[in-house]
T-cell receptor, first 112, second 113 residues
Framework: SQTIHQWPATLVQPVGSPLSLECTVEGTSNPNLYWYRQAAGRGLQLLFYSVGIGQISSEVPQNLSASRPQDRQFILSSKKLLLSDSGFYLC???????????FGPGTRLLVL | GENVEQHPSTLSVQEGDSAVIKCTYSDSASNYFPWYKQELGKRPQLIIDIRSNVGEKKDQRIAVTLNKTAKHFSLHITETQPEDSAVYFCAATFYTGGFKTIFGAGTRLFVKA
């Protein structure tokens, strides 16, 4: 089966601190990978997507960055967190020629 | 840019009634339209999808319709049950060197017992 792992599940960080969220995928090769952010009670905002190792497309200019060091690993980072970075961060994947996106369990981030 | 509009933002129905959620999309290159259900604190889960070469698709109590000319698509839930209460997202996908999916803002559905 194809599984998506995200960690940590929950994170509380002070304003100005760095961030690193990790997403790994099992059971598929060369997936398209995505980072979304969902503010409380809101919709899904696409942040980054990647079609392969080292290939990152940024959708929203902000203080976040993404990297894909391995085929099945996608990392979301920040050098200095803002209060507005709080939210539910979801990693998603497609695989092969299929368009359907499947989501990981998410990381809930609270910036204080 | 690409955009998906979703209405209503909140919908309250009595158990057993039908619920309809409507979406419009802007990018005519979109050719795949998934619907997701998100329960409180959980990840979105795919419940049904439709491709641009199909006008309607049904799976038990849920159905989706697509009007490609008008760029409208809708989700219909019949015989609603309390466990249908959740947030529902429509989305439109197109290919741009990889699959890109744009989501609607979501509809919070309440089914009253």
């Amino acid at each position: 089966s194809q599984t998506i792992h995200q960690w940590p599940a929950t994170l509380v960080q002070p304003v100005g601190s760095p961030l690193s969220l990790e997403c790994t995928v099992e059971g598929t090769s060369n997936p398209n990978l995505y980072w979304y952010r969902q503010a409380a009670g809101r919709g899904l905002q696409l942040l980054f997507y990647s079609v392969g190792i080292g290939q990152i497309s940024s959708e929203v200019p902000q203080n976040l960055s993404a990297s894909r060091p391995q085929d099945r690993q996608f990392i979301l980072s920040s050098k200095k967190l803002l209060l507005s970075d709080s939210g539910f961060y979801l990693c998603a994947r497609t695989s092969g020629n299929a368009e359907t996106q499947y989501f990981g369990p998410g990381t809930r981030l609270l910036v204080l | 840019g690409e955009n998906v509009e979703q209405h209503p933002s909140t919908l309250s129905v009595q158990e057993g009634d039908s619920a309809v959620i409507k979406c419009t999309y802007s990018d005519s290159a979109s050719n795949y339209f998934p619907w997701y259900k998100q329960e409180l604190g959980k990840r979105p889960q795919l419940i049904i999808d439709i491709r641009s070469n199909v006008g309607e698709k049904k799976d038990q109590r849920i159905a989706v319709t697509l009007n490609k000319t008008a760029k409208h698509f809708s989700l219909h839930i019949t015989e609603t049950q309390p466990e249908d209460s959740a947030v529902y997202f429509c989305a439109a996908t197109f290919y741009t060197g990889g699959f890109k999916t744009i989501f609607g803002a979501g509809t919070r559905l309440f089914v009253k017992a």
